[in-house]
């Protein structure tokens, strides 16, 4: 039996950890660094991965091959990094604000370029937060940590 725990309000606290993180990601070693980063900080939700700039945007919009959306839910928080095969990273976050579906997607840029221009532009395009991958593995795991934490304590439109 699973068990939940309860606000002041009634709401099922647990509701967050069935919630489909996508992380869009083109280098299998920084996959494996988000997925052992996740195991490590014990993060519960469904991870699924994507490649590629215009898979992300074909997997968010439904078209086929994901267009079965039991098999290939709709995330709540996209992890995006800018260095992708087709579209990059902005172009990603550009179309996915100009989605009204998609409006309120957590979208967290997870990218190397420390650029303040890159900054910039993405908070600009309406990304939510921007994070550099840390070098050290265990930094990475206390930034995903933080990063889930942060994330169970906010109220998204999409999750009320």
Same mark, same amino acid.
Not at 88 to 109: H, M, T, Y
Not at 132 to 142: A, E, I, R, S, Y
């Given at each position: ?5 309860? /606000?002041? !309000? ?8 069935? %919630? ?9 070693? /920084? ?5 052992? #980063?996740? +195991?490590? #900080?014990?993060? @519960? ?19 086929? @091959? +994901?267009? &079965? ?11 995006? &990094? ?16 100009? %989605? @009204? ?18 900054? %910039?532009?993405?908070? /600009? $395009?309406?990304?939510?937060? +921007? ?11 206390? =930034?995903?940590? =933080?990063? +889930?934490?942060?994330?169970? $304590?906010?109220?998204? @439109? !999409?999750?009320?």
């Amino acid at each position: 039996m699973e068990s939940s725990l309860t /606000d002041n !309000h009634g709401t099922n606290m647990n509701r967050f950890e069935k %919630q489909t993180f996508l992380l869009v990601e083109a280098h299998e070693h /920084d996959v494996r660094f988000v997925k052992e #980063a996740f +195991y490590n #900080a014990e993060i @519960p939700n469904p991870l699924r991965v994507i490649n590629g700039g215009d898979e992300a945007i074909a997997y968010l919009a439904g078209a086929s @091959p +994901y267009n &079965d959306r039991i098999s290939h839910p709709l995330p709540s928080v996209l992890l995006l &990094d800018f260095n992708l095969p087709g579209k990059n990273g902005f172009e990603v976050i550009d179309w996915v604000r100009r %989605q @009204p579906a998609l409006k309120s997607l957590v979208i967290i840029a997870l990218t190397d370029s420390e650029l303040r221009a890159d900054v %910039q532009r993405a908070y /600009d $395009l309406g990304v939510n937060s +921007y994070l550099t991958k840390p070098g050290l593995f265990t930094d990475f795991v206390k =930034s995903m940590r =933080s990063l +889930y934490g942060w994330l169970r $304590l906010c109220h998204f @439109p !999409h999750l009320c």
